[in-house]
């Protein structure tokens, strides 16, 4: 069982700058591929980036490239997106979410699941 906590979402001005952190418990962190999502209102949830085990592979959704920064400190159990020049569009509640391989997270077929973070950006 692994249990997720995001935090650091918050108001900032369309062009900004925002780190968002994914705490992970309850087993160890490393065995698993890790990833970030984001739901807008009225709108379905979608894969934003992705990191595999040891850190080396990500994969981002196009939105997402050239702008965010996934990593991860598996000595700290923790996951981070650092997401840059943000836009109006990327407001959205932020999830961190857990799976068995890289692939399977792009897929969003992810086994654990955090709460959220809301993230808004202002014009």
């Known amino acids: 069982q692994v249990q997720l906590v995001e935090s650091g979402g918050g108001l900032v001005q369309a062009g900004g700058s925002l780190g968002l952190s994914c705490a992970a418990s309850g087993r160890t962190f490393s065995r698993d591929a890790m990833g970030w999502f984001r739901q807008a209102p009225g709108k379905e949830r979608e894969f934003v980036a992705a990191i595999n085990l040891s850190g080396d592979a990500t994969y981002y959704a196009e939105p997402a490239r050239g702008r965010f920064t996934v990593s991860r400190d598996n000595n700290k159990n923790a996951l981070y997106l650092q997401m840059n020049s943000l836009r109006p569009e990327d407001t959205a509640v932020y999830y961190c979410?857990?799976?068995?391989?890289?692939?399977?997270?792009?897929?969003?077929?992810?086994?654990?699941w955090g709460q959220g973070t809301q993230v808004t950006v202002s014009t």
């Open positions: 979410a857990a799976g068995q391989s890289l692939y399977m997270i792009v897929a969003s077929k992810c086994d654990y």
